[in-house]
């Protein structure tokens, strides 16, 4: 029996779960051979209540990261983070995390380290529905040739209530008192969530280096009831869709409202769920739906992460 130390960045909803749901597949680690310990859990308030299996360590300090064998960061955010995590990935060890603004926005520092397989972030785009493990291993095979889909579950909800009779304003404030969405709430309906997650989708199906940048985003903010009622006269549904398709000799990448039919599988499988359309020429056409938020769908993903890292498989490595 192998022990391997693991180190957990964040304790909010996400990371709890990542810390419930390793000690509820203890059976599953000790048939690899292998004893996860908790080295320790990085939060901002000692103080506060979690829950968490009884006796983790929790502390305000990094001070644990260099006994971690692996991370799982569960931090949100940007610079914070990889402010943390760069002197651990410098050292070669590998970090597991969710966080698709990070890997959306500093590419150019973390490419590198995903090349190397030393990034696994299968929860980055669809939380527990698998995208970018397909993506990056047997649809490779395939030539690409577009993508479409419904990337946030904020933007599904508001847009759904919409379509029961709310006006934007009134549906959004339902999303925010159920918890679904952000204060302020921009980076979910303005598109910016959407467009991380297409970025990162971009580098295993076009271009490794597709930047963050070149993303074309327009988020639900000017929809109206007028919109909504307009589309469902003509037999359609107004989604915030991310697109990634040939343009020319590169590639074009976009968020914004699109009106699709309702018989579309964005509508369909996506209609209350994340959806993505994936269309190569060998494979045709594939469609992945499932759900794309909360703790628990997320956290088996990052556990699926560290499983398949003590399996010896590598993170997931982009297009060279």
Not at 54 to 79: A, K, Y
Not at 211 to 231: C, K, L, N, R
Not at 243 to 269: F, I, M, Q, S, Y
Request: net charge negative; charged share 20%; aromatic share 6%.
């Amino acid at each position: 029996m192998r022990t391997v130390t693991v180190g957990v960045l964040g304790s909010g909803t996400v990371g709890q779960d990542v810390l419930n749901l390793i000690q509820r597949r203890q059976s599953v680690f000790t048939d690899l051979g292998v004893r996860i310990e908790i080295a320790g859990v990085l939060v901002r308030d000692v103080t506060r209540v979690r829950s968490i299996p009884p006796g983790t360590r929790v502390t305000d300090t990094c001070d644990f990261l260099q006994e971690c064998n692996v991370v799982v960061e569960c931090m949100g955010g940007i610079d914070r983070p990889l402010e943390i995590l760069r002197p651990y990935l410098r050292s070669g060890r590998p970090v597991i995390t969710a966080n698709k603004a990070l890997l959306a926005e500093r590419w150019d520092e973390l490419r590198p380290y995903a090349q190397d397989g030393r990034l696994y972030y299968e929860a980055s785009v669809m939380a527990g529905t698998p995208v970018i493990g397909p993506m990056s291993t047997v649809l490779r095979a395939s030539t690409f040739t577009r993508l479409q889909a419904i990337l946030n579950g904020t933007c599904n909800f508001v847009l759904g209530q919409m379509e029961a009779g709310k006006d934007y304003a009134q549906a959004l404030a339902e999303a925010q008192a159920l918890g679904y969405a952000e204060d302020p709430p921009t980076l979910d309906v303005g598109g910016f969530d959407t467009a991380h997650k297409l970025a990162v989708l971009a580098r295993f199906s076009a271009d490794g280096d597709f930047p963050y940048s070149a993303v074309q985003i327009q988020g639900i903010e000017g929809v109206t009831p007028e919109d909504i009622e307009d589309a469902r006269g003509h037999g359609e549904r107004i989604k915030l869709v991310a697109e990634l398709e040939k343009d020319g000799h590169g590639w074009k990448a976009t968020v914004a409202p699109r009106r699709l039919p309702n018989d579309h599988p964005l509508c369909t499988a996506g209609a209350s769920r994340n959806a993505l359309v994936y269309e190569g020429e060998e494979c045709g056409t594939l469609i992945f739906a499932g759900g794309g938020a909360g703790g628990m769908v997320t956290a088996s993903a990052m556990v699926g992460d560290l499983l398949d890292y003590l399996l010896g498989f590598p993170g997931h490595v982009p297009l060279h």
